[in-house]
């Protein structure tokens, strides 16, 4: 991460430079997002067993778990299913699931909103929280190191273990909450924001506690900066020092750390949701690798790989618009 | 500003996708049972006649489809769509099959004779995904015999017809070859909305049989049984299928809840090969069967939720034998072992799989009993998904489970020689012929003793020892009653449950 951090967005003199540096970020996101579809076809191909093989019932002999494959289409050579997969998603078919034969765009998007509202809650509380966290282990000067290794063990603690603990607490010995999170068929998860409170927090606390680890160096080198020093001497008010001197320096890194953080939260929610039974996209996607549904598994990791992607381009641009440092002033080394 | 636009853009990018959130459901005075059961919602089918994963598919399709036959709370079979069963021969090859006449899909077409020979095909034509579910009967020289008969043939003598026909042969119209979508159905209920999660379905004013006593039912596949508990514990469902015994014990009894009881639903039996060193040996294998504690393993792993075993493999058929008790005799064990030339010890890997609640617990207490007979067991836990392929019907020494099968059922399939999941090599060519003669004889008592001899003899000489079964939990309001409580696939057949009232 410190590195991500440490690589500066381009400094563009020009208007011209900026347009340019958009499209390299761009292409850079579509040859990621193409690396990301091989990884994912090549993650799926080397599981063990296949469709066929978990569709099979015990005892099914070798010709007809054969007769399965075929049926499938899973006989078809490694690179034959990537290209017609890839075909198919560029002209906007995610094709159909091995297990029930229904088109997989319907099963993620019977799921998307769940998700979706619960990655967007979680960043909504785990971001302001990192900020917080992140600058007060930052500003801690004598205990800075015991401050980061409090914040790093905190997160270092599992989802689950976190997602129990919070449920136990919360729903168990105050009873404030529903133990799950069932959403009545066709709801929205926000015609029930009390269902949403126990996941969000789940994922939320170790996302924000991590990020705040990240971003205490951060905090703590701008903190450093001898520009601080010298309004401090001149007796800038506490709050005019943070705003004017601190944050500017701080924005950059704490909105790359909040894209990152946004890839482990869709990686989070797949315990959540198992959890507390909550209809998203990360159960579908536990399901799906269980039984070997490679079409249903491809479609849910490509889009949790474009929302990773598209949150650190947009954070790249975003840090590129936002940098103090840039338009002619001389970059600082760390 | 430049912070919370920033944060927006983030929020938006995974808001894009909430724009498909639907109407909330309307909130109705309709009697509705919420039934969270097992099941894993991504695997969701419609298809009733192939590979069915999820236990709440099936509770759907039970509720759907008509069936042929049913179980009832004990075991015996029940006519349902099928008023009866006869065989038209001396041998019992051929059997006719009158249909009620008054069974019509909820698009309004009668049920016919032809719909079901359609559905019985279709179902064997599924067999490498349904366990050659009807593999016993000649569905090509099955005929039609008019609007609600039909002639059924079986490949040989098959006295237990209408436990063939039970449970799962779920009807659906002539051609419906393509059941991605769900098709059109007789049974009590019909579909409503939904989503893969959560199938709704309306009582079916049409149907046949006695009203169902709710007029919705909400049939929720949740995977992970805590939360199932959980649901029913915070109010989110009536009903939770299958919960852990620790669940029940805790939720049991308190706050409104109470345990429905479907005993012998769990079996996990230990699997000796004989085929294999040393349990080709008679011996190792009763010094095995009289080495491990029955009474501890089912206090320890179903916390008393069971009843002890006497290697009885399907214990809730009704023609299981009332076999005596085994004893544990430590003392015996260690002298059949030295008797078989392993006075020195013998070592022994047991293979099990953390898939199934309970399984990894008994498979270490069995090495901590064996332990004191002197056999050193190392127990080895491998995931689900190596289990399968690479434990179940592979190993010599393993932990299975068998759920509550029928006795005919799982002899056809894993005790007779040429058996397909014949998973403990019992290649006895004279219970062969028993098993056969079994089947093929007319009267009931007398076949029911024949097949309670071959269990008992399956105990005795066999490889497998069920220790104990553990009872199905099923976790409810009290508001709810008349969920099923027999063996098998009885529990399927939820359209008497009622709530409140």
């Known amino acids: 991460m410190p590195d991500t951090v440490k690589a500066a967005a381009p400094s563009p003199s020009s208007g011209g430079g900026a347009a340019r540096a958009a499209a390299l970020a761009a292409a850079r996101t579509g040859l990621l997002l193409a690396a990301a579809s091989i990884a994912v076809f090549a993650a799926t191909d080397v599981l063990p067993g296949d469709a066929a093989w978990t569709r099979a019932a015990p005892g099914a002999t070798e010709e007809q778990v054969a007769e399965l494959r075929a049926q499938l289409g899973l006989d078809r050579p490694a690179w034959r299913r990537y290209a017609d997969w890839v075909g198919g998603l560029l002209t906007g078919d995610a094709g159909t699931s091995l297990v029930n034969g229904r088109p997989v765009a319907d099963a993620v998007a019977q799921r998307a909103a769940a998700t979706a509202a619960l990655v967007a809650g979680a960043l909504a509380v785990a971001a302001p929280l990192m900020l917080a966290l992140g600058w007060w282990a930052g500003a801690a000067r004598r205990v800075r190191a015991a401050a980061t290794a409090v914040l790093t063990g905190a997160a270092a603690v599992p989802t689950a273990v976190a997602a129990s603990g919070l449920a136990a607490l919360l729903s168990g010995t105050l009873g404030l909450l529903p133990a799950v999170s069932l959403l009545a068929p066709g709801a929205s998860p926000l015609d029930s924001p009390e269902l949403l409170v126990l996941p969000v927090l789940s994922v939320a606390l170790p996302t924000a506690l991590f990020g705040a680890g990240l971003l205490s160096g951060a905090v703590a080198d701008a903190l450093r900066r001898p520009h601080v020093a010298d309004a401090r001497r001149r007796g800038r008010p506490a709050w005019a020092v943070a705003c004017v001197d601190v944050l500017p320096f701080v924005l950059a890194p704490f909105v790359r750390v909040v894209a990152v953080s946004a890839g482990g939260l869709v990686a989070a929610t797949t315990v959540v949701e198992t959890l507390f039974g909550y209809p998203g996209l990360g159960s579908l996607l536990v399901s799906a690798v269980a039984t070997r549904d490679v079409p249903v598994v491809q479609a849910v990791a490509m889009l949790a790989a474009l929302v990773v992607l598209a949150g650190l381009l947009a954070a790249d641009l975003v840090a590129a618009a936002v940098d103090p440092r840039r338009g002619g002033a001389p970059r600082e080394a760390r | ?501």
């Open chain 2, 1 to 501: 500003m430049r912070l919370r636009s920033v944060l927006a853009a983030a929020c938006a990018i995974t808001l894009a996708a909430a724009g498909c959130a639907n109407e909330a459901a309307p909130a109705e005075e309709t009697a509705t049972l919420r039934y969270a059961a097992v099941g894993s919602p991504a695997a969701t089918t419609h298809d009733p006649h192939g590979r069915v994963a999820n236990e709440a598919d099936y509770l759907r399709f039970a509720m759907l489809y008509d069936v042929l036959t049913v179980p009832d709370e004990h075991g015996e079979i029940q006519p349902r769509l099928a008023e009866s069963w006869e065989p038209v021969d001396g041998d019992l090859t051929r059997w006719r099959i009158d249909l009620r006449d008054d069974a019509v899909f909820s698009d309004g077409s009668p049920v016919t004779a032809a719909d079901v020979l359609f559905s019985l095909r279709r179902i064997q034509g599924k067999g490498a995904e349904n366990n050659g579910r009807l593999s016993m009967f000649d569905l090509d020289a099955s005929t039609v015999t008019g609007e609600h008969g039909l002639e059924l043939a079986t490949v040989q003598p098959y006295a237990e017809v209408g436990a063939a026909l039970a449970a799962l042969t779920f009807v659906v119209p002539e051609g419906s070859d393509d059941l991605t979508e769900p098709a059109v159905g007789s049974g009590p209920f019909v579909l409503g909305d939904g989503d893969d999660t959560t199938a709704v379905l309306e009582r079916n004013d049409d149907w046949w049989g006695p009203e169902p006593r709710v007029d919705r039912l909400e049939i929720i596949a949740m995977a992970d049984p805590a939360a199932r508990a959980a649901a029913v514990a915070s109010g989110q469902a009536d009903v939770a299928g299958s919960v852990s015994p620790a669940a029940a014990g805790e939720h049991g009894g308190t706050g409104g809840l109470q345990v429905v009881h479907r005993p012998a639903a769990v079996n996990y039996p230990l699997v000796m090969d004989l085929g294999s060193e040393p349990f080709d040996d008679p011996g190792v294998r009763e010094a095995v069967k009289l080495a491990v504690d029955r009474e501890q393993l089912v206090e320890t792993v179903f916390l008393g939720h069971g009843q002890v075993g006497a290697d009885i493999v399907s214990p809730a058929d009704p023609s299981a034998p009332d076999a005596a008790p085994v004893d544990r005799d430590v003392e015996r064990a260690r002298e059949l072992l030295a008797d078989a030339g392993h006075g020195d010890g013998l070592s022994l890997t047991l293979h099990t799989t953390n898939s199934y609640p309970g399984m990894e617990e008994a498979a270490v207490l069995v090495a901590e009993q064996l332990q004191e007979a002197g056999v050193d067991v190392q127990v080895e836990v491998v995931p689900p998904d190596t289990y399968w392929a690479e434990v179940w019907n592979v190993e010599p020494f393993y932990l299975n489970s068998l759920g509550g099968s029928g006795f005919v059922d799982f002899a056809r399939m894993a005790l007779v020689s040429d058996g397909p999941i014949n998973e403990t090599g019992w290649n006895d060519e004279e219970w062969d012929a028993d098993f056969a003669e079994a089947l093929a004889t007319a009267d009931a008592d007398e076949r029911r003793d024949r097949l309670a001899g071959l269990q008992q003899r399956l105990a005795d000489e066999g490889g497998y020892v069920v220790w104990g079964t553990g009872d199905g939990l099923d976790l409810a309001t009290e508001a709810v009653s008349g969920l099923p409580t027999g063996p098998g696939f009885h529990r399927l057949f939820i359209d008497q449950a009622g709530v409140g009232g």
